[in-house]
């Protein structure tokens, strides 16, 4: 499979899981993170790498096993950013001509533009429509 395909697979997943909460674990969710910073949320997902990742590589049955219960709502939301964020790095890859064999000079020039294409992709804080973001400082949408 090619990267382009994991990219889509990607956005596939982040769909799936955007999918598997009920509206009412939404305004759950949201009340758990009202009044938070999108700094805090930033500490969250970092302190809980290992768990979201292997949340993200779960299969749906193994998703509703007792080590996730107790977090689900929140390693949901952290997942679905996870593979977004994975979609949008995948795509970049694959549409970048990043291979060996040019000067190390070209290189920096082709990976910093490659970077910079990450900033095309809008990785919501708040990925549900239901409700307004609940961070304190997240922009309100128009």
Not at 11 to 33: F, K
Not at 81 to 90: G, P, R, W
Not at 102 to 130: K, T, V
């Amino acid at each position: 499979m090619g990267l382009g395909k994991y990219a889509l697979e990607c956005e596939g997943l982040a769909n799936e899981l955007r999918e598997s909460l009920t509206e009412a674990e939404v305004s759950e969710l949201h009340e758990l993170l009202e009044g938070c910073t999108l700094q805090d949320w930033a500490r969250v997902r970092d302190a809980n790498h290992s768990l979201i990742s292997a949340f993200v590589c779960a299969t749906p049955t193994q998703r509703r096993a007792k080590k996730f219960a107790k977090d689900k709502l929140v390693l949901t939301m952290a997942a679905i950013q996870h593979c977004l964020e994975a979609h949008a790095l995948l795509t970049v890859v694959d549409e970048s001509s990043l291979e060996p064999g040019c000067s190390y000079r070209d290189m920096a020039a082709q990976a910093g533009d490659a970077f910079d294409r990450l900033y095309d992709f809008a990785i919501p804080d708040w990925p549900f429509d239901e409700l307004d973001s609940p961070f304190v400082d997240d922009a309100p949408r128009e």
